[in-house]
């Protein structure tokens, strides 16, 4: 395991004071709240309400649990990291190439709403229509994803902890996940939801802290406009290493960089992997309601795109203008070990505001860890309950079987996923490296589940096959690769550019490819009735699979609205192929094409555009689930006030029953 240089900031106590005692209360918080839900809003307590909320999740909270699930580690960390490599090109890819696919699982989750509304999960959707052959296949893929995803979580949670605190490693890959399985493990996945707005706000408020502490308070002396770091970064203190990666003329306020193309395609890949074929998302979409999903989606990728976007814009560009300057904190600049691990941000953070900085980035570090790693362990146990225990080896199991199951499933994957972490970690394999990987070994499957549940022309056949067979083919041309232009396969020679390009390009083509070749075949264009899929008739029926008629509308969750469903999935796929062109062909390659290098004016008014993004997106994502809340919070008041005015009243005639016995007793004497 790498050993970080310098002195860390914070003493241990405050990342092990963190960790465990306010996780523990925020889970107790967190559990309060849950137990106020059922008590006085009459919420229930079974299985299905603590896997899928009882697909009663409204708009705001949707897109505020999709920001807190993308928002992990990554978001904070190697999005600040590949700033600072590769200048505005890096930033822009990594921010536009991951918001992307919120966008468009946006067309999944309408589509998974309307066609399968009683599904538990997405798997569960796809061993109906497809059986139980392709159904374990993509069970495979979405336990690997999760597996990937809470490690990287993990590896980048517990590094930024020990450059910041000291703290052991280890010991913060066991604890972090400790509060989030006491209220993931009590409240489910109602409780992971709400607890995602919570851990969303704190993120929201350090990150405009950052953002108006280098962009608007002289909080040093070189800082404290846009115009100031502008003239910072054309300093020869910022040029110093040579300039960003691939960039013209070094430049970090270009989009014109070869190397970061090449980013640009591991990026969206690895991205599409570690959405599509997460079964967490599918469990936001399986949790909302009918109308809510579409709107959900885009409310949170327009306000995810802020987050990277304001920590990107401020901090990656003072690493760049400090990092070889008396304000850097450590001597000697950014390490390998500092850029591997994606260490920047808490470096920049006390760079300009001391160990405050470094502070609040552990928090916000912690926040989004948490938070992230509560919706895997959740849609874990969703998958493992109702995927692999329910039709396979307990088909006729009660609630308190299923409920044993989940509990038990989410608390061995939080230990397996902490041992893991740290396996990786003593391995020397960082955060950036498995986040890149992921789209070598899993991109395979997101043709797959996207035609699965958007094309009527998919044979169950191509969904055993075509996922593996892109696997195997990707890890072929990332080794291959590789081996082919550095001479050695090793853990750094596979993580250069070309060869994830190559091995993600792959594993997300190759599925396309089979597809045409299958639609080739009579046999493989068979349209699928998707009214089997509607009234889960399956493809191969096992005990416990419980069938619907055309009518009964029981168990699709509320508000069911066929046609306004249609025009929400016309709608979600018109407004995505309009963000996609806009954010990835025509800002990017019009910069690109004309090399255009921001100047000082430019520079201010783009960050006057990342400034009203961010707010207006806080002022979204916080807002909007209060007001749509309200009701609800009347309703809790109501039952408090009443339970109240009862216990005066009951006292009150226990006074009066006193007063009573009193009187007779004199009279009697």
């Not at 392709?134 to 949670?157: E, K, P």
Request: hydrophobic share 50%; charged share 10%.
């Amino acid at each position: 395991m790498a050993d970080t240089e310098g002195t860390p900031p914070l003493p241990q106590s405050v990342a092990y004071g963190l960790v465990i005692g306010f996780g523990i209360a925020f889970a107790l918080v967190m559990n309060c709240i849950t137990w106020i839900s059922r008590k006085y809003l009459n919420e229930s307590t079974d299985t299905k309400m603590l896997m899928t909320a009882k697909k009663s999740v409204k708009s705001g909270l949707v897109g505020t649990a999709v920001v807190s699930s993308w928002c992990y580690a990554a978001t904070l960390l190697n999005s600040v990291r590949l700033t600072y490599l590769y200048g505005f090109a890096g930033l822009w890819w990594f921010v536009s190439g991951v918001s992307v696919q919120i966008v468009l699982f946006a067309i999944m989750a309408i589509e998974l709403k309307r066609r399968a509304p009683r599904a538990n999960t997405i798997l569960e959707a796809l061993r109906i229509r497809f059986g139980t052959s392709a159904h374990l296949v993509m069970f495979a893929y979405g336990v690997s994803v999760q597996i990937i995803i809470t490690a990287a979580l993990l590896l980048g949670g517990s590094a930024a902890f020990t450059v910041t605190t000291g703290a052991n490693t280890v010991a913060m890959n066991y604890l972090i996940p400790l509060g989030v399985v006491i209220y993931t493990y009590l409240g489910g996945l109602k409780s992971t939801i709400l607890s995602d707005y919570i851990h969303t706000l704190a993120i929201f408020i350090i990150l405009l802290v950052f953002m108006f502490k280098v962009m608007a308070v002289e909080s040093l002396p070189v800082l404290g406009s846009p115009g100031a770091l502008w003239d910072l970064l054309q300093s020869d203190a910022a040029m110093a290493g040579g300039g960003a990666i691939g960039a013209k003329d070094g430049s970090y306020l270009t989009m014109q960089s070869g190397e970061a193309l090449l980013l640009a395609g591991v990026i969206l890949v690895s991205s599409f992997g570690c959405v599509f074929v997460d079964p967490s998302y599918g469990q936001k979409a399986i949790a909302g309601e009918p109308d809510a999903v579409v709107r959900g989606y885009f409310y949170g990728a327009f306000a995810w795109f802020s987050i990277p976007l304001g920590l990107s814009a401020t901090m990656s560009y003072v690493a760049v203008a400090l990092a070889n300057t008396e304000y850097w904190p450590i001597a000697g600049g950014v390490t390998f070990y500092q850029i591997s691990n994606a260490l920047i941000l808490p470096l920049a953070a006390e760079a300009v505001m001391g160990t405050a900085g470094a502070a609040a980035v552990i928090v916000m570090i912690f926040m989004a860890v948490t938070s992230s790693f509560s919706a895997e362990i959740i849609a874990h146990a969703s998958i493992v309950t109702f995927d692999l225990y329910q039709p396979y080896i307990n088909p006729n199991a009660d609630d308190a079987q299923l409920k044993l199951v989940s509990h038990a499933s989410l608390t061995f994957f939080a230990v397996f996923s902490a041992s893991f972490a740290t396996i990786l970690n003593y391995s020397g394999i960082s955060m950036g490296w498995i986040l890149e990987f992921s789209g070598v070994i899993l991109g395979s499957a997101v043709i797959p589940i996207s035609l699965a549940v958007n094309s009527a022309y998919v044979s169950p056949t191509y969904m055993t096959f075509a996922p593996p067979v892109g696997t195997a083919c990707a890890v072929s041309g990332w080794l291959g690769t590789a081996k082919g232009m550095f001479g050695e396969i090793t853990v750094d020679t596979l993580f250069e550019n070309w060869p994830m390009f190559v091995g993600c390009t792959v594993s997300l083509f190759i599925p396309l490819l089979l597809w045409g070749v299958m639609l080739l075949f009579p046999s493989q264009r068979k349209p699928y009735d998707w009214d089997r899929l509607f009234l889960m008739q399956p493809l191969e029926p096992r005990a416990g699979d419980k069938e619907y008629v055309m009518g009964d509308h029981t168990d699709i969750g509320d508000d069911w609205d066929p046609p306004a469903l249609a025009k929400a999935s016309r709608d979600a796929k018109i407004v995505s192929a309009i963000m996609c062109l806009i954010f990835l062909i025509i800002i990017p390659f019009s910069l690109y094409g004309t090399g255009y290098e921001f100047s000082r004016e430019f520079f201010t008014g783009w960050t006057v555009v990342v400034f009203i993004w961010s707010l207006a997106a806080a002022c979204l994502i916080l807002g909007l689930p209060i007001w749509q809340a309200r009701h609800t919070w009347m309703a809790v008041v109501r039952g408090l006030a009443a339970k109240s005015t009862d216990s005066r009243n009951v006292a009150q005639e226990e006074r009066n029953e006193v007063s009573e016995t009193d009187y007779v007793s004199k009279r009697e004497s």
